[in-house]
């Protein structure tokens, strides 16, 4: 008897050829699944892509308009802006130096950080390392409720009840620097909380076993193990409470005032580069006006210095990441 590959002679002519493998008709539904999913992802990393470019797009034309008539270093180096005041339709009269706007921008968005980084990190480590799992359950939403409270409500607060307690404790005036930042770090808590707790909870617990096994305590764990391995994160989180407090309008815009002032002093109001914005695009100049075009000038430069704070958070994630 002779063995051999079978081919369609040796089985007869009226023989079926043989059965291949079964089609899986699941799987081939997964894939037309995975198919429109990954056409989805990209669409919308392509769109967030083209809304960026649309809006450096969309302020060109005005950008050319303010800076044929005001010079870039001026724009950039003056420590007046009086944008506001006096005939709004002369380029002349004016002082176009944007500091005191980025100087009351910066004030803010610092004395924020003073009080949500410590706080923010502070509760990261409770929820992650110290809290039950129910108690977690309970307090992670409670906590990111304080996310979802309207900016105007913030707002309100800072200017009716903590500005008051402030002027009896270091004497600010009715509108200043210190009470809007102060209410903008509480609600940015949550942002800084809520990621940073997720990096450290993302940290493998064979770390904390092998840190407990060489005698450390749940502090020594989590100030010299946990951080660090989740150090990519912590810095993301804090970054990204640095963009939203860049870019905060109506806290500021209600509890530190609409005087632009070239000044380091909290205690005193003055005006930021969003407040201004708020300030114009709520109808204070005419279209086409010297103003209406200073407009998009602090916009533009606001835009570039949130591109430039993310562009440090990125090479921050890469640089501190690490893989497990």
């Known amino acids: 008897m002779t063995t051999g590959p ?98 009351g921008t910066l004030s803010t968005t610092v004395i924020a950080l003073l009080v949500a980084v410590p706080f923010g990190l502070g509760t990261a480590i409770y929820l992650s390392e110290y ?58 808590i949550p942002t800084v909380a809520s990621l940073s707790e997720d990096a450290m909870s993302a940290v493998p617990s064979a770390l904390r076993e092998g840190s407990y096994a060489l005698g450390s305590n749940r502090m020594q764990t989590t100030l010299r193990v946990v951080f660090p391995a989740a150090l990519s994160g912590i810095v993301a989180a804090i970054v990204l409470g640095i963009s939203r407090a860049v870019g905060e309008t109506m806290i500021v815009a209600i509890a530190a005032g609409n005087q632009p002032q070239f000044t380091f002093n909290p205690l005193v109001g003055a005006q930021t580069m969003t407040g201004f914005i708020a300030q114009v695009a709520s109808g204070d100049a005419p279209q086409g006006s010297p103003v209406y075009y200073s407009l998009f000038a602090v916009g533009a430069l606001l835009f570039v210095i949130t591109l430039v704070i993310n562009a440090i958070s990125i090479a921050l994630v890469r640089k501190f990441r690490q893989a497990y």
Do not use: C, H
Not at 14 to 36: H, M, Q, Y
Not at 136 to 154: D, H, Q, S
């Open 6 to 103: 079978v081919t369609a002679g040796s089985l007869g002519a009226g023989s079926p050829p043989p059965a291949g493998p079964p089609i899986d008709l699941s799987t081939r539904r997964n894939r037309v699944g995975e198919r429109i999913i990954k056409v989805l992802l990209a669409g919308s990393a392509l769109l967030s892509v083209a809304i960026t470019v649309g809006i450096a797009v969309a302020l060109l034309t005005p950008l050319t308009t303010f800076f044929s008539n005001v010079g870039l270093g001026e724009f950039l180096t003056g420590t007046s802006w009086t944008a506001g005041f006096g005939d709004k339709s002369s380029w002349t009269d004016k002082d176009w130096g944007v500091l005191p706007l980025v100087l």
């Open 131 to 188: 809290a039950r799992p129910k108690v977690r359950k309970v307090l992670k939403p409670l906590l990111e409720i304080l996310a979802g409270v309207p900016t105007v409500v913030y707002g309100v607060f800072a200017l009716t009840i903590i500005t008051p307690i402030l002027q009896d404790l270091v004497g600010v005036e009715i509108f200043n620097n210190l009470s809007p930042g102060v209410v903008m770090g509480f609600m940015i």
